[in-house]
């Protein structure tokens, strides 16, 4: 399981600190971070990744357009994203699925929360190996 890479996208270093930790705690060791959707779309083609880990609310590009551009790029469109975000109304829940997240979370989250939303989307992404 440790195998998998993780790409950690928010603007906020508190935030990307507690889902490394995290993360971390879980037996992940492969973590890249990034600030925003334009920083994640560079370390994307420059490392990889093999989950995707976005905010929603911020500067340059959102979670949104992010995702947007993940599902538009062949390489990466089967990518697994988990959102993480502090908007959840129905609304918000709607549009993020529509752009085809795999899952979704609200802040603040428990370590046990993310851990099993990540489980179930690895479970999930068609049995590849974790």
Same mark, same amino acid.
């Given at each position: 399981?440790?195998?998998?890479?993780?790409?950690?996208?928010?603007?906020?270093?508190?935030?990307?600190? =507690?889902?490394?930790?995290?993360?971390?705690?879980?037996?992940?060791?492969?973590?890249?971070?990034?600030?925003?959707? @334009?920083?994640?779309?560079? @370390?994307? /083609?420059?490392? %990889?990744?093999?989950?995707?880990?976005?905010?929603?609310?911020?500067?340059? /590009?959102?979670?949104?357009?992010?995702? @947007?551009?993940?599902?538009?790029?062949?390489?990466?469109?089967?990518?697994?994203?988990? /959102?993480?975000?502090?908007?959840?109304?129905?609304?918000?829940?709607?549009?993020? /699925?529509?752009?085809?997240?795999?899952?979704?979370?609200? @802040?603040?989250?428990?370590?046990? %929360?993310?851990?099993?939303?990540?489980?179930? =989307?690895?479970?999930?992404?068609?049995?590849?190996?974790?």
């Amino acid at each position: 399981m440790g195998a998998t890479k993780f790409l950690v996208v928010d603007d906020s270093l508190t935030m990307r600190r =507690i889902v490394v930790n995290t993360l971390k705690t879980l037996g992940f060791s492969a973590i890249v971070e990034a600030a925003d959707g @334009k920083d994640a779309m560079t @370390k994307l /083609m420059s490392e %990889g990744a093999d989950f995707l880990i976005t905010d929603w609310n911020m500067p340059e /590009m959102n979670g949104l357009e992010l995702t @947007k551009w993940v599902r538009g790029n062949e390489e990466f469109a089967e990518l697994p994203i988990l /959102m993480v975000t502090t908007r959840g109304n129905k609304e918000d829940v709607i549009d993020a /699925m529509k752009m085809r997240v795999n899952n979704y979370i609200v @802040k603040p989250f428990t370590a046990q %929360g993310l851990k099993e939303k990540i489980d179930a =989307i690895l479970k999930s992404s068609n049995g590849k190996p974790a």
